[in-house]
């Protein structure tokens, strides 16, 4: 809930770039209020088509969940499970919203073809850049 705000604008954001959204109730809601289209999905047992059988089923290929302070971490709480399916099917889970406006940046520089390439930090070791 804290994050509502900013999420609907990075909701936006993802949805102009073409991405489809899928959120659980309350998040499509705050979507929805934007006048953005999006998929409701249950979380664990709320609806016959839950979050977690949308991960395994492979379609979900992004997920953002922040973590609450105090039900983050536990395992009983459903964005612990979350989190969890989305290592368990190799899904990149992001639990900034910082992180997934450099995400989106970096779509964006991709989709305007502004990024040309990219290098891995090890391919510029002994390529003539001294990193130390």
């Not at 209020?33 to 999006?38: P, R």
């Not at 290929?61 to 979350?82: A, L």
């Not at 990149?92 to 779509?107: G, H, I, K, Q, Y």
């Amino acid at each position: 809930n804290k994050d509502k705000d900013e999420m609907k604008q990075l909701a936006k954001a993802f949805s102009e770039l073409g991405f489809k959204l899928v959120a659980t109730a309350g998040s499509a809601k705050a979507i929805k209020s934007m006048g953005i289209d999006v998929e409701v999905v249950g979380k664990m047992h709320e609806r016959s088509v839950d979050i977690i059988q949308q991960i395994k089923k492979g379609r979900i290929h992004m997920v953002i969940n922040t973590m609450t302070q105090n039900q983050g971490k536990s395992v009983v709480h459903d964005g612990f499970k979350i989190r969890r399916a989305t290592v368990e099917h190799a899904i990149p889970c992001l639990t900034s919203l910082d992180t997934a406006w450099e995400v989106l940046n970096v779509l964006e520089f991709m989709r305007e073809r502004r990024l040309v390439y990219s290098l891995a930090i090890q391919d510029y070791v002994g390529g003539g850049y001294d990193l130390a």
